[in-house]
């Protein structure tokens, strides 16, 4: 989940690296086994120093970095990706000009901030200095030295010959938080930046609307990405025709408030929202349903599994789980969400490209796809790197380690067989109605019966939900 939040990945150009891109990921794990507070661990990532191919937070900021193009663009690139994930503020338009004319429809509070005010933020970044180093000799790859300046400041200063992506930038100027126009009161402006950012309230309410959205589906603000500023206080209602944001605005400052007293620890909130009445809710609905119960949460909301999910819900299901070696790991990996980046196992093609066609995406140009699809259908129908894991001995002599391999060795009852395949694809029983369906289309050939029954189970819509 957080790494694709960060998507600090290998392929992006070379900057990251396979060295890189292991510390992070290693990184996050220790997030969450330790259960580190996550203040600490965002300050880090904004405050990041030293080699990016021995220490893990700077290569979040490498992540950021625009090839090719001015400082002030990846200044600007990094801030927006801060404001987003950390205060749910997408700030991306109001770094290229000003909000009015442009985002009255879309974001009250970013309508009337100024592109001044952005260039205000972006300057606590502009006295970070990253150093591009090649790794080896044919500059394949590079890592960053990252430190901070003593002096300096945001100016509009570029090549004619390399502009950048963004409108022209007039002036120079010193930071100054857009939110509420706090200045630093030191020289280290990051650290600064990582003070106020997470002593703001909105992280609480950010970071929390973030994991609200991952176990609901939506968001008490949805987008997470989308937040509004000038319209979160119910006793200060903003002008019509806007209304209030989030649908409970009492919930997401009662989470925010739990957040923060558990020391921004991530796992008591998760854990908070697991046991909850609301998530344990049944995705049926008794009575009729109307969109309006949307916003109340009134039922689950299905989630279809993430590719690597899927993966690793059919290799487990077949009992046909494949190493998968890894540069840099010391033992191979059998899950698929164990894996650093989307463009692992670069040396298993066939369990890269079924992550592929599940829509794993790559972290950088391509988002994950998490939809259903006839495509997504029929490839799960027809696809022989799917269907052979749900073969037995005979018709798949290399698989014979196959859980309908498996059934076939013992002398197991056909009631029994069926209960185990359905346990172990859907993680339930089968119903009467399904016992007898199963039953009454036994083949003579117990292995291709074996086989049918697991192949339909992977192919049940409720194989690729969470429910």
Known sequence: YFSNRFQVTSAYYQLIGIPGRNLFHNYIRRLISEDR???????????ATGDTHRLAPGNFLMRGVQQGDPIQDTWDTLVNEITTQFLGVQTQCVSCHDGRRHLEPINLYLSVRRREEFMRLSAFMSRMQITEVNVDAFNQQRKGIISDLSTGAYHGIVSPQNPGSRPARIGTFEPQYMFTGEEPTSGAWRRELARIIVNDRQFARATVNYLWVH???????????GWDMARLDPKNPPPAPWSIQPTHPALIEALADEFIRGGYRLRPIIRLMAQSAAYQLSSRYDGAWKPDYDLYFAKHTPRRLSAEEAYDALATATMTE???????????????????DPTEPRFTDSVRNLLTNLGRGDWWRLPPRNEGSVVLSLYLMNDSNVNQRTFGLQRGQQNSSTRVASLLATAITDDEAIRQLFLATLGRQPSDAEMAVALRNRRPNREDWFTDIQWSLINKTEFMFNH
């Open 37 to 47: 507070p996550y203040n600490t661990f965002v300050t880090e990532l904004i405050t």
């Open 322 to 340: 494949t190493p998968m070696f890894v540069e840099g790991f010391d033992q191979p990996l059998e899950r698929a969400v164990q894996l650093p």
């Open 215 to 225: 176990f609901f589906r939506s968001g008490i603000v949805d987008p997470p990405t």
